[in-house]
Structure formats: structure tokens, C-alpha cells
Antibody, heavy 122, light 110 residues
Framework: EVQLLESGGGLVQPGGSLRLSCAAS????????MNWVRQAPGKGLEWVSV????????YYADSVKGRFTISRDNSKNTLYLQMNSLRADDTAVYYC???????????????WGQGTLVTVSS | QSALTQPPSASGSPGQSVTISCTGT?????????VSWYQQHPGKGPRLMIF???KRPSGVPDRFSGSKSGNTASLTVSGLQAEDEADYYC??????????FGGGTKLTVL
């Protein structure tokens, strides 16, 4: 059974940093691209970033480019999101989501984590 | 990249059909057959209902169907049931390694 479990969310001050983790199980982790998607309170979904299976290629939404870094440790079956220079509008539930494959990463599978809440406030 | 445009709300009575639209541009919805639809109940994570415009993952009832015409994609829910009441989001590949979502539609079963 595929499982994705996010952790690392919490309250952080504007300008601060936070690292999210997503522990994956039930599939061959290194064979799939993985994504972060966020949802601000009461708002819609926003794609944040993707990393290919081997970690070679990473892509970001313009809203986080230069501030967030996605990475993965395939030996630990874990996905990460390092978030720096956090702003109030980064406040959201952050989900990790599995792609259907390694190419065509934009085709998401039906496996999402339960989300972890990041609150940026002083 | 702008979000795709969805109506804020839609509604229908049990047993009826309802269609939710998702309008983009030729750079996203109109340019690629990589439109997906997600269902989200309050406090839950998204559930994939449709991918590649019209394909249904296993386990999704055939009451849910997807289509596309030009720059607009649509999700149709036939035979509405109470459990279909949820928020629905579309997404589309937008080229240049970018993915965009719609603003979401709240479906109410009257």
C-alpha cells in the first residue's frame, strides 16, 4: 500500500526557514517524480515544486523560485522541501504527491499525503 | 502563470447531472491533453478523479467523466449522490515544466 507521510510543519516567523519531509512507502520511490503542492487556508491548490526520480531535475513555481529547494534521499525513501525567506503568503497546508512516472511528472497519481501545516506569522 | 478559471459554485439535486468548467488558454488546457480533476472533502487531501482529460483511475465511479473543447475542460458528474458534495479542482500542464490549478468549485447536492 502506497503511503506518504509529511512532517516538519509549524509556526515560523517571517524571514525564517523550515524543512518539510515526506516519508514514502509501498512503491519503488526512486522510479517516480515527486511533488509538493500547497493549499492556503480556505483557498485552492497551488503546485510548488517537482523533483525527478533520480533527483537530477527540479522545477519550481515562480512564487517560490529562489527561496525553496526540493530534494530527495532515495536511500531513505524521503522527499524534502527546504523553505527559506518565508513570507506570510507561504502559510498553507503542504502536501507531497506522487507522479505517475518519472517522465511526464505533471501526471499525478492518486497518492497524496495528509498534509502538514506551515504558518508564517510574527 | 495564472490559475485556471472555474465557477465558484455548482449545484444539483440527487440523481441529476452537473458539469463544472475549467477555462484556460492555448498555453495550458488548449495546448495539452494533461488535464486532471480532483475531489476534496473538508479537512481531507485531494482525490484524483480524472486524468489525461477523460481517463478515470481505478475505483472512481463511471458517473464521473471528463472532456475538453478548445481551451475549456469539463467535469460531468451524473446521477448526483450526497457524497459527491465537495470541492473540485482542475489542473493542467502549462508547458515549460509548470503546472497550474483552477481556483476550485464547491459542488452542493441540494
Amino acid at each position: 500500500e502506497v503511503q506518504l507521510l509529511e512532517s516538519g510543519g509549524g509556526l515560523v516567523q517571517p524571514g525564517g526557514s523550515l524543512r518539510l519531509s515526506c516519508a514514502a512507502s509501498g512503491f519503488s520511490f526512486s522510479n517516480y517524480a515527486m511533488n509538493w503542492v500547497r493549499q492556503a487556508p480556505g483557498k485552492g491548490l497551488e503546485w510548488v515544486s517537482v523533483i525527478t526520480g533520480g533527483g537530477t531535475n527540479t522545477y519550481y513555481a515562480d512564487s517560490v523560485k529562489g527561496r525553496f529547494t526540493i530534494s530527495r534521499d532515495n536511500s531513505k525513501n524521503t522527499l524534502y522541501l527546504q523553505m527559506n525567506s518565508l513570507r506570510a503568503d507561504d502559510t498553507a497546508v503542504y502536501y507531497c504527491a506522487k507522479s505517475m512516472g518519472n517522465s511526464g511528472w505533471y501526471r499525478f497519481d492518486n497518492y497524496w499525503g495528509q498534509g502538514t501545516l506551515v504558518t508564517v506569522s510574527s | 502563470q495564472s490559475a485556471l478559471t472555474q465557477p465558484p459554485s455548482a449545484s444539483g439535486s440527487p440523481g441529476q447531472s452537473v458539469t463544472i468548467s475549467c477555462t484556460g488558454t492555448s498555453s495550458d488546457v488548449g495546448g495539452y491533453d494533461y488535464v486532471s480533476w480532483y475531489q476534496q472533502h473538508p479537512g481531507k487531501g485531494p482525490r484524483l478523479m480524472i486524468f489525461d482529460v477523460r481517463k478515470r483511475p481505478s475505483g472512481v465511479p463511471d458517473r464521473f467523466s471528463g472532456s475538453k473543447s478548445g481551451n475549456t475542460a469539463s467535469l460531468t458528474v451524473s446521477g448526483l449522490q450526497a457524497e459527491d458534495e465537495a470541492d473540485y479542482y482542475c489542473s493542467s500542464y502549462a508547458g515549460s515544466n509548470n503546472l497550474v490549478f483552477g481556483g476550485g468549485t464547491k459542488l452542493t447536492v441540494l
